[in-house]
């Protein structure tokens, strides 16, 4: 059974910045797409980045300039690298890898951006 195990997750100050992991524990053939959403309380889980086998990138225009989604194929690993962080940032942020019958979720991992 493969999983998606989420890292890098934690409590920053306000204008901060964490660098979320999201590894695969094998290769996976056939992905086309890796995502990452975020769930924050009260609310539902929205999307907030992708980028594609090709690497094209796009964002959450709340995130956009702030976030940057990218991979690392060698290591069967997707990464969100988050600055400028905000309070209203915080929430439990999944990926979610995609292809033809594929779709694999993380387990989610905890940011909080406090002061």
């Known amino acids: 059974q493969v999983q998606l195990v989420e890292s890098g997750g934690g409590l920053v100050q306000p204008g901060g910045s964490l660098r979320l992991s999201c590894a695969a524990s094998e290769t996976i053939y056939g992905i086309k797409t890796m995502e990452w959403y975020r769930q924050a309380p009260g609310k539902e889980r929205e999307w907030i980045a992708i980028?594609?086998?090709?690497?094209?990138?796009n964002y959450l225009n709340d995130v956009k300039g702030r976030f940057t989604i990218s991979r690392d194929n060698a290591k069967n690993t997707v990464y969100l690298e988050m600055n400028r962080l905000t309070p209203e940032d915080t929430a439990v942020y999944y990926c979610?890898?995609?292809?033809?019958?594929?779709?694999?979720w993380g387990q989610g991992t905890q940011v909080t951006v406090s002061s």
């Open positions: 980028i594609t086998s090709l690497g094209n990138t």
């Open positions: 979610r890898w995609q292809g033809d019958s594929i779709n694999y």
